[in-house]
């Protein structure tokens, strides 16, 4: 697998647990994998589909209390559910800018179908990981926290809050 960035070598750094919340509220953890790209210097967390950065549930569970207003499975309080709505109203219009300019410099890296509006008013499950991959993979995810940490590496300041 090729640096997303420069397409350079990408060896491993090191792994980190993360914890993640599935649909019934039961506690998973996975071991997350960093690595280091050895020709621009990046630090590209491996992010499994089943994660969106910063978020502790499961993209499942996110897509689907996004996708249906009334009701849902997922466990979690109303007050995270309404987080979570009101996240995707500020983040899919910047998501959906993402994915345009990824796929005019990229066309073969994000797939026609990934725009989270679009794909929010009923296309098949899986679409809020799959527009969260290209948008992280070129380093432009943000998040209305803003709190971003960053790691020396060689002496320069790399992003480092994907997790
Ligand atoms: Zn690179």
Redesign the pocket.
């Known amino acids: 697998m090729p ?1 997303p ?2 397409q ?1 070598v990408l060896e491993l750094f090191d792994r980190r647990r993360r914890s993640q919340i599935l649909e019934s509220g039961e506690k998973q953890w996975l071991l997350i994998r960093r690595l280091h ?1 050895v ?2 210097n ?1 630090i590209h967390h491996e992010l499994p589909d089943v994660l969106v950065p910063y978020k502790r549930h499961e993209a499942s569970s996110i897509e689907q209390v996004t996708k249906n207003r009334e009701s849902s499975s997922v466990s979690a309080d109303e007050s995270t559910l309404n987080r979570w709505r009101s996240w995707f109203a500020w983040w899919a219009p910047y998501a959906c800018g993402c994915l345009e300019a990824l796929r005019q410099r990229f066309p073969l890296c994000v797939e026609a179908s990934s725009c989270p509006a679009q794909s929010a008013l009923g296309s098949a499950g899986g679409w809020l990981a799959r527009a969260v991959r290209p948008i992280v993979n070129a380093h432009l995810y943000i998040t209305t926290r803003s709190a971003w940490m960053s790691t020396k590496i060689g002496g320069r300041f790399m992003p480092d809050s994907l997790l």
């Open positions: 640096c960035c420069c350079g790209c020709d621009c990046k």
